[in-house]
C-alpha cells in the first residue's frame, strides 16, 4: 500500500554551509570591520555573537538570509532575545527538528477534515499517509503544503 511520511528536519551539511556564508558576509561587510562578530554553530543551535545589539539583529538578518540560500525553512529558526554580558551581546538560534505532539495532530486533523481517501497515523515525531492510491497520495502532499502548519515540513520515504 503505498505511504510517505511528513516530517520536519533541518539537514546539519546545508546548515553548517549556511553559517559559513552568513561568517563570510560579516567579515566582508564595511560596517563590521573592526568589530568582533561571528556565528557559532553545535548541532542544532547557532551563537551569534556581535559588540552591539542592533548588529546582532542584522547578523541574524544575514544567517536568515544564507538559510534560505541553502534551501532551508527560515521558519525553523526559533531566535531568544539577545543578551548583554560585558562587553558582548550574544544571541542563540535553535533550529527546530521533528513535530511536536501538537503539530502531528494538527496535520492528522487536516487530513480527516478534508475527507480524503487516506489515512494519517502519528509516530513519534512523524505523520504516516497511507492510501491506496498514489493520486490521493498526492492530493494529501499538495493539501498539507498549502496548510499553515507552523513549521516546514518535508515529504519523506514516498512507497508506491
Do not use: W, Y
Not at 532575545?81 to 494538527?106: E, M, N, W, Y
Request: proline share 3%; charged share 30%.
Amino acid at each position: 500500500m503505498p505511504s510517505f511520511d511528513v516530517v520536519s528536519e533541518v539537514d546539519l551539511h546545508q546548515l553548517t554551509n549556511a553559517v559559513d556564508q552568513a561568517g563570510r558576509i560579516v567579515t566582508n561587510r564595511f560596517d563590521f570591520k573592526g568589530v568582533n562578530a561571528s556565528f557559532e554553530r553545535e548541532e542544532r543551535t547557532v551563537v551569534i555573537t556581535a559588540e552591539a545589539e542592533f548588529q546582532v539583529t542584522q547578523m541574524e538578518d544575514m544567517l536568515r538570509t544564507a538559510l534560505v540560500k541553502c534551501n532551508i525553512d527560515p521558519s525553523a529558526m526559533d531566535a531568544s532575545p539577545p543578551i548583554t554580558t560585558g562587553k558582548q551581546v550574544k544571541q542563540t538560534v535553535v533550529l527546530r527538528h521533528g513535530l511536536d505532539s501538537t503539530q502531528c495532530k494538527a496535520i492528522v486533523k487536516q487530513i480527516k477534515d478534508a475527507k480524503m481517501k487516506v489515512q494519517a497515523q502519528i509516530q513519534g515525531d512523524q505523520v504516516r499517509v497511507t492510501g491506496k492510491k498514489r493520486d490521493d497520495l498526492q492530493d494529501a502532499i499538495a493539501l498539507l503544503k498549502k496548510a499553515e502548519i507552523g513549521v516546514p515540513v518535508q515529504f519523506t520515504n514516498f512507497r508506491d
